[in-house]
C-alpha cells in the first residue's frame, strides 16, 4: 500500500494538474502586463486560419490580416520577406500551415458558445475566443507533460521522470509559450511529440498493437500539419518497426503503411489549401512567397544554433544541451537492445536541430532563445531524467537540485528581461551580458520596459 501511495506522489496526470496550474499563473500575469494575447507576427496568422474557416467560413485570410486582428500593426504588407505578400487578384498570403488552428479549434468552439451565451460579440476576436483558445493551448501542453512523464517512467523511474518533466517546463522556453504567446503553434507541437514518443515505446515494448499503430498515424498526421519539418523526428520510431521486421509480425506492412501515407496526407492537406485559396500548388509557403528563403544546405549555422547570442538554443537554455548529454552518456551506458531506444532519441535531437541549422531563420527572429528547440523538448527530457536516475547518495542528489534550481532562476529572469525588453542585442549577446542583464533584473525587478 505504501508502495503505491509513493508511486502516486509521482503521478503523470498530477504532473499535468501542477504544470496546468503554473501555466494558468503565467497566463494570468501575462494578461495582466499585456492585456491581450492577441500579439505576435506567427502567432496571429497562425490564429488567422481558424478564425476565417469558422467564422467566414473560407480559407482565405485577407480580412483578418488587413482589417479584423487586433494587433493588426505588427503587419507590414507587400514586403517578400519578413512582411506579407499579395497574389496577382489581390489577396493576403497566410504562408504559415493550418496544422496548429486545427488543434485549437475545440477552444474557439468553446469560446463561440461562451460569447453566445454571454452576449458577446461573436466575430472571433471577442474576449470569449481569446481566452478559451489560449487555455486551451495551455491544456495542451499540460496534458503533453503528463504524457511525456508517462513515457519516460518506464525506462528511468516516475520520479526522475516527474522532475525531468518539470524541470524542462520551467527551466526552457517552453513556458513562456505555454503562457505568454501561447497561439503559437509550439504547444501542439511539444503534445504531439510526446504523444508520439509515448506510443513509439509503447510500441517498442509490444509491437502487435494494431490500435497503437493507427493512433501512431493520427499523431503523426497532425505533427506533419502543425510543422512539417517536425517529421524529421519520427525516428524515434525506428526501434519499435525494426523490432517488428525481425519477429516477422505479418500485418506489420498493414499497420506501418497508414504512418507513411499519414505524412503525404498531411503535407496533400497544405497543399489543397494553397491550391484553393491561391490558385497554383505551392509546396513551400517561404519559397514561394518569401522571396526565395527556405533551407541553405550549403551554410550550416552550426555552432550558432546551438550556442551563440543570437539564436543559441544551449545559451539561453543550458537544460536542452543538459539533456542532450544525458541523451549521449545513455547511449555509452545502457546496454543490450535497449541501447538502441536512447540512440533513436538522440537523433531525433540531431536530426531535428541539424535540419534547421540550415534553415534561413535558424535563429527564429525575434524568438525567446530559440523557439525551435520546444519542438525537440520532449526528446531532451528522457536525457535529463536518465542523469537524474543516475543519481546517487545526498550529496549527488542535492547537488543536481540545487543545479536544476539554478537553471530554472536564471530562465525566469532571461523571460523577464526579454519581456522588458532588457535583453542585450541578439547580434552581440554572449554569456557574461546574458548575466549582466539578469543581474541587473535582480537589482531593478521593477525597470521599465525599453520603448
Known amino acids: 500500500m505504501g508502495h503505491r501511495l509513493r508511486l502516486a506522489r509521482y503521478s503523470p496526470w498530477l504532473l499535468s494538474l501542477v504544470i496546468g496550474a503554473l ?32 467564422i467566414d467560413h473560407d480559407l482565405d485570410s485577407t480580412n483578418e490580416i488587413e482589417s479584423l486582428t487586433p494587433g493588426k500593426q505588427v503587419f507590414v504588407v507587400g514586403k517578400t520577406w519578413g512582411g ?3 497574389t496577382a487578384d489581390g489577396r493576403i498570403v497566410n504562408l504559415y ?26 466575430d472571433g476576436y471577442s474576449r470569449p475566443y481569446e481566452f478559451a483558445v489560449t487555455l486551451w493551448y495551455v491544456l495542451l501542453v499540460a496534458v503533453g507533460c503528463g504524457v511525456l512523464g508517462s513515457a519516460i517512467a518506464p525506462w528511468v523511474g516516475p520520479r526522475s521522470a516527474w522532475f525531468a518533466v518539470f524541470a524542462v517546463f520551467l527551466g526552457t ?6 503562457g505568454v504567446l501561447p497561439m503559437m503553434n509550439h504547444g501542439p507541437s511539444f503534445l504531439l511529440m510526446s504523444a508520439l514518443v509515448w506510443l513509439a515505446l ?15 498515424a493520427a499523431v503523426v498526421f497532425m505533427l506533419v500539419l502543425v510543422r512539417p519539418t517536425d517529421a524529421v523526428m519520427m525516428i524515434v520510431l525506428l526501434p519499435a518497426a525494426l523490432k517488428v521486421i525481425k519477429t516477422g509480425w505479418r500485418p506489420s506492412v498493414s499497420n506501418g503503411l497508414p504512418v507513411v501515407l499519414a505524412v503525404f496526407a498531411a503535407a496533400g492537406v497544405q497543399l489543397l489549401v494553397w491550391r484553393a485559396v491561391y490558385g497554383r500548388w505551392v509546396l513551400n509557403g ?27 538554443g544551449w545559451l539561453y537554455h543550458p537544460l536542452y544541451g543538459v539533456g542532450f548529454a544525458g541523451l549521449i552518456v545513455a547511449c555509452c551506458l545502457v546496454r543490450g537492445r535497449e541501447r538502441g531506444v536512447w540512440l533513436a532519441l538522440a537523433a531525433g535531437v540531431v ?22 528547440f520546444i519542438n525537440s523538448a520532449p526528446l531532451a527530457a528522457f536525457g535529463l531524467a536518465y542523469l537524474l536516475h543516475l543519481m546517487r547518495g545526498r550529496v549527488a542528489v542535492m547537488s ?16 523577464a528581461c526579454f519581456v522588458k525588453q532588457t535583453l542585450p542585442p541578439r547580434a552581440s549577446a554572449d554569456l557574461p551580458s546574458l548575466i549582466e542583464a539578469q543581474w541587473q533584473m535582480i537589482q531593478h525587478p521593477g525597470m521599465e520596459a525599453k520603448p
Open 400 to 415: 543536481g537540485a540545487v543545479v536544476m534550481a539554478l537553471l530554472i532562476l536564471s530562465n525566469a529572469l532571461l523571460m
Open 84 to 86: 506579407l505578400p499579395r
Open 23 to 54: 501555466g494558468l499563473l503565467v497566463w494570468l500575469v501575462s494578461l495582466s502586463y499585456y492585456g491581450s494575447f492577441y500579439r505576435g507576427w506567427d502567432a496571429q496568422l497562425y490564429y488567422a486560419h481558424m478564425r476565417t474557416v469558422m
Open 202 to 216: 509503447r510500441l517498442y515494448r509490444t509491437p502487435d498493437r494494431v490500435w497503437m499503430w493507427r493512433a501512431v
Open 286 to 312: 517561404y519559397s514561394e512567397w518569401g522571396n526565395g528563403a527556405g533551407f541553405d544546405f550549403t551554410n550550416p549555422m552550426l555552432p550558432e544554433i546551438l550556442t551563440s547570442g543570437q539564436g543559441g
Open 173 to 178: 522556453n517552453l513556458i513562456y509559450y505555454t
Open 351 to 372: 536530426l531535428h536541430i541539424g535540419l534547421y541549422s540550415y534553415w534561413v531563420s535558424w535563429d527564429s527572429g525575434d524568438s525567446f532563445g530559440n523557439r525551435i
Open 97 to 122: 500551415t493550418v496544422g496548429s488552428s486545427l488543434m485549437g479549434v475545440p477552444g474557439f468552439v468553446a469560446g463561440h458558445i461562451i460569447a453566445l451565451a454571454s452576449g458577446h460579440d461573436t
